[in-house]
């Protein structure tokens, strides 16, 4: 879960007593709002000269959804995630919102157990879709994507990294690499495997499938494996 004594909010609203009580609940949530903006071109100044962690964005603003204006500013400059404001759930609005790829969205009228729970998502999402690890392969260092990663296989004094785009093969063993790069999600299924939960298409019976990989689970692991893939 993210620390929210430390997460900065930006709030974007032209209703003042919205914003007003979005701040109040933000607070009571021990989240930090970094700064009130009331239209776009606030917003953007706001993200310009001091980037939050996360912006709740009203959609419609003086008679015009300048909330999309905010959003494309914040895709194609930064890299936080966004929550869409709203009242109005028409088609037409949630289409043009998605083409957007919002990290989630809010309708009003809200309360505090809403704002906490779709912020606490969006924020522990962008948090892992964000986090990095290193292979260290000699002199080169590559840096890969935790959400990259498919699974781990160990032969011999080697390990294969298989990853979304490519393979490593490191000289470690399956144990010391998960726990040298503090690897979150990631089983042991099998003496010579290791997979990464969130990316298993499916398993049948003793066997997990990761992109048409054929990977075993061992009696040993099929425990602790069926405990941790159930909790997610």
């Known amino acids: 879960m993210p620390d929210r004594k430390k997460t900065k909010v930006l709030i974007v609203d032209d209703d003042v007593f919205i914003s007003e009580q979005l701040c109040s609940i933000l607070e009571e949530l021990d989240y930090k709002v970094s700064e009130i903006a009331f239209n776009a071109e606030s917003a953007i100044k706001a993200l310009?000269?001091?980037t939050p962690d996360i912006a709740i964005l009203d959609i419609h603003m003086h008679g015009k959804n300048q909330?999309?204006?905010i959003a494309s500013y914040i895709r194609q400059h930064?890299?936080?995630p966004f929550v869409f404001l709203t009242s109005f759930a028409d088609e037409s609005t949630v289409n043009e919102a998605s083409k957007?790829?919002?990290d989630g969205y809010i309708l009003k009228p809200f309360n505090e157990a809403t704002i906490f729970s779709t912020l606490n998502i969006v924020l522990k999402r962008h948090q892992q879709n964000n986090s990095y690890f290193a292979i260290k392969i000699g002199h080169e260092i590559h840096?890969?994507?935790?959400s990259d990663l498919l699974?781990?296989?160990?032969?011999?004094?080697?390990?294969e990294i298989q990853t979304k785009t490519r393979k490593y093969l490191k000289r470690d063993s399956i144990d010391n690499f998960i726990k040298t790069n503090k690897l979150k999600g990631v089983t042991r299924v099998h003496r010579s495997y290791a997979v990464k939960l969130e990316n298993i298409d499916s398993v049948k019976g003793s066997v997990i499938y990761i992109q048409q990989q054929e990977i075993p689970i061992s009696h040993t692991y099929k425990e602790a494996f069926t405990?941790?893939?159930n909790a997610l």
Do not use: A, H, R
């Open 48 to 50: 310009q000269s001091k």
């Open 100 to 102: 957007l790829t919002p």
């Open 143 to 146: 840096k890969v994507k935790d």
């Open 67 to 69: 909330g999309f204006e």
């Open 78 to 80: 930064l890299n936080i």
């Open 151 to 159: 699974y781990i296989m160990s032969s011999d004094k080697y390990i």
């Open 227 to 229: 405990k941790s893939y």
